[in-house]
């Protein structure tokens, strides 16, 4: 049974930081949202978790390994070196989707995205060290089969993008309501995706739905682990897999 524990972060009071005491350069926020992730990133990433930019202002990640010690370096970070600050809800369930509604509720709970008077909120709780599995976390890693011959080197890089993003946006949907997975766009044609214990089956059952919703075609390898690096490296291999034989979905373990 997986047990993913999911981060909330999110920018305190960012929308009205935005625009006061006059509206900002958008390139200068632009820059600010781009080096916010990728400190965060970086700073999840060395100890085995992994980060998505969703919207940067509400950044998502999976935290299995971090302590709640290591979210509160994350704020003091966060607040010696930039603008603004952050406010960080940590919870833990069966499904990712579990996890982060409970983890989004602590957040919303200390106080609107949009309170000036919300700084630098910590709440929630970590799985600890000696509960810790390696079955914990299951990552899948999906691309577009040929995304370089069909898309790339055919279509202008606008056009491109919008097939990508139409099989990502259909695969996000399903993997949601079907499974009750989280689903990122990480750049290029991929797709890593924080699964609850799916089957094969389940994963085939996605990726013909997408290819009859948007006829965009996907392979996937799937991993597991006891932090989202480990999991998502299994699936990175996986999914070497499947590039070399020509097989649509691999499953590390198996």
């Not at 079907?178 to 089957?199: K, Q």
Request: glycine share 8%.
């Amino acid at each position: 049974m997986t047990n993913t524990q999911v981060t909330l972060v999110q920018i305190d009071n960012y929308g009205p930081w935005t625009v006061t005491p006059e509206p900002r350069r958008e390139a200068d926020l632009q820059t600010l949202q781009s080096r916010l992730y990728a400190d965060i990133s970086q700073f999840v990433g060395n100890r085995g978790g992994y980060t998505f930019f969703t919207r940067f202002d509400n950044i998502i990640a999976v935290t299995n390994g971090l302590s709640m010690d290591d979210h509160e370096l994350l704020q003091e970070s966060v607040g010696n070196r930039y603008p603004v600050t952050l406010s960080l809800g940590v919870a833990t369930g069966t499904t990712p989707v579990q996890a982060l509604a409970d983890a989004t509720a602590l957040v919303q709970e200390a106080g609107s995205a949009q309170d000036k008077s919300r700084r630098e909120c910590l709440d929630g709780r970590t799985i600890d060290d000696g509960h810790r599995t390696t079955d914990d976390v299951q990552i899948a890693h999906f691309d577009v089969i040929d995304a370089t011959g069909n898309y790339t080197d055919e279509l202008n890089a606008f056009d491109t993008f919008i097939e990508i993003e139409q099989g990502y946006a259909e695969l996000m949907r399903h993997m949601r309501h079907a499974h009750d997975s989280l689903s990122f766009f990480v750049g290029g044609d991929n797709i890593i995706v924080a699964c609850p214990d799916l089957t094969e089956g389940d994963y085939e059952d996605a990726i013909h739905h997408v290819e009859d919703a948007v006829d965009v075609e996907l392979q996937v390898g799937v991993g597991h682990g006891e932090n989202a690096h480990d999991a998502g490296f299994d699936a990175k291999h996986a999914l070497e897999t499947c590039r070399a034989d020509g097989t649509r979905v691999e499953l590390e373990w198996e």
